[in-house]
Each structure stands twice: as C-alpha cells, then as structure tokens.
C-alpha cells in the first residue's frame, strides 16, 4: 500500500508542533519515542508513523542525540526555513 502523502504531511505537522511547543531546539531533546505520543492512538503501531519520522530525520528537520542507551531527537534550530514550511502548508 502507498503512502500516502498529506496523511505523512499531518503527522509530521504535529510532531513539529508538539516539539515546538516543548521548546526542543538543539540541546533541548526528547526520546524520539515521545514522537509517537502526538500521533492518534490507531496509527502508532502503524508504518506511516515511523516512515515520517525516517523523512525529518533524512531532511536533516531532526537531529539525532545519542544519550544514556536511548535515541534522543530535537528539532534542528538551522532548519527553522524547513520546519515552518511543514507546519504552515
């Protein structure tokens, strides 16, 4: 089954948000886990979720920090151009 785009577009817009809202910027992190916590119930087992999250780490809107055995993530204040594109389309 194909992905399907502006379903891919919506959860990347709420993680966005709920990161944004956090203040996860840079040295601000969260456990990526977290990422599937503002994502409805039904879909977070489900391979769109992971695939939106794989597309912002590609893009570089999410960086990786490796703390304390757990992947942590925040959003990437150089790519702020990228993020409000997300958010705002």
Do not use: W
Not at 35 to 64: M, S
Request: with cysteine; net charge positive.
């Amino acid at each position: 089954m194909a992905i399907d785009i502006n379903e891919l577009r919506a959860i990347q817009k709420k993680m966005i948000r709920m990161l944004k809202n956090k203040k996860k910027y840079g040295g601000a992190h969260t456990e990526s886990i977290h990422l599937k916590n503002c994502v409805p119930r039904h879909l977070r087992g489900e391979k769109i979720v992971e695939e939106a999250i794989d597309d912002l780490f590609n893009k570089g809107i999410l960086i990786n920090k490796k703390s304390t055995g757990e992947q942590h993530c925040s959003l990437n204040s150089e790519k702020l151009k990228e993020i409000n594109e997300i958010e705002n389309n």
